[in-house]
């Protein structure tokens, strides 16, 4: 059971990217999934999740309007960044959470992924 997620990478300011999470060993179906962020010396941030049922998504009030969340298949989550700021790079973690409702915390979820680098240039 693990989560694998990839696509981060080097940006100039004003871009995009899109990340991506596969799931293995389990399907996300009634799991709720996320993506958190994190940069040295700092706690793990909320970045996005979807509810279990999938029929919300939630954001980071710094990244609304700029990031999208989906969950493509019953294997796979994106989370969609555009309009990259400088203060949107860090290290960013897929997640799951079985039928877990309190969202913004990372403690609600139970399989992580690894983690890839999103780097943004000013």
């Known amino acids: 059971v693990q989560l694998q997620a990839s696509g981060g990478g080097l940006v100039q300011t004003g871009g995009s990217l899109t990340l991506s999470c596969a799931a293995s060993?389990?399907?996300?179906?009634?799991?709720?999934i996320g993506w958190f962020r994190q940069v040295p010396g700092k706690e793990r941030e909320f970045v996005a999740a979807?509810?279990?049922?999938?029929?919300?998504s939630f954001y980071e009030r710094a990244v609304e309007g700029r990031f999208t969340i989906s969950r493509t298949n019953a294997k796979t989550m994106t989370l969609q960044m555009d309009s990259l700021k400088p203060e949107d790079a860090a290290v960013y973690f897929c997640?799951?959470?079985?039928?877990?409702?309190?969202?913004?915390?990372?403690?609600?979820?139970?399989?992580w992924g690894q983690g890839t680098q999103v780097t943004v240039s000013s």
């Open positions: 997640t799951a959470g079985w039928r877990t409702s309190w969202l913004r915390s990372w403690t609600s979820y139970d399989c």
């Open positions: 060993g389990f399907t996300l179906d009634d799991h709720a």
């Open positions: 979807i509810e279990w049922s999938g029929k919300s």
